[in-house]
């Protein structure tokens, strides 16, 4: 599936590039969303979702940031309970070892917030007990005084020694797509607003 793009404007891309240059500033993420894609062999696909999503974002010098988003695997549900058991018990292993109930992306470098589409972003993804790089792309957005950010990479399940899955007779490809949606909150106010 093709993520939807926000375009920036030119005021949020000016306000952005001024934070990210003036000093290393740390930012909130709330409203996270992450949903994988999980192809079927036999066509179609499926989709676990979960907003069990925590992280922050850093702003270095000359526009990059840094960033770092963590994901309860135990709170994904694909909409059938059986189908939920089995993915969490059986192929993510949550409760095998330290860590398999968690997925953390960080290290996450985004090469410049003066993008006006779609940019390319890498990162380090802790998975089933396994830590490999993955690359992407990324779009941030101004979103009524705020940063939306949506961002989609692919995961191959073997390189992190998961099971391809199967559930009645019908099995998922080794590839599956990561889609993450957060707002980053860049006041105090907002943190504020945030809680309520």
């Not at 994904?76 to 309970?81: C, D, F, V």
């Not at 089933?128 to 005084?145: A, F, K, M, W, Y």
């Amino acid at each position: 599936m093709t993520m939807k793009i926000g375009i920036l404007t030119t005021a949020a891309l000016a306000s952005l590039a001024i934070v990210c240059t003036a000093s290393a500033d740390t930012f909130r993420i709330n409203k996270g969303k992450v949903i994988v894609v999980c192809p079927l062999t036999v066509g179609g696909s499926f989709e676990a979702r979960t907003a069990a999503v925590e992280g922050e974002v850093t702003s270095g010098t000359g526009g990059v940031l840094d960033g770092r988003v963590a994901v309860d695997l135990a709170s994904l549900e694909t909409g059938i309970a059986l189908r939920d058991r089995h993915l969490k018990e059986n192929y993510l292993e949550i409760g095998k070892q330290d860590g398999f109930d968690r997925a953390v992306l960080e290290q996450i470098q985004i090469r410049s917030v003066m993008a006006l589409a779609d940019q390319p972003f890498s990162g380090l993804l802790t998975l089933h007990g396994e830590q490999l790089p993955v690359n992407g792309t990324i779009s941030i957005r101004d979103d009524h005084g705020k940063w939306r950010a949506e961002a989609e990479f692919p995961v191959r399940l073997a390189r992190f020694r998961i099971q391809t899955p199967q559930y009645l007779g019908v099995g998922v490809t080794d590839e599956v797509r990561v889609r993450i949606q957060f707002d980053i909150l860049r006041s105090a106010s907002q943190l504020a607003g945030a809680r309520r």
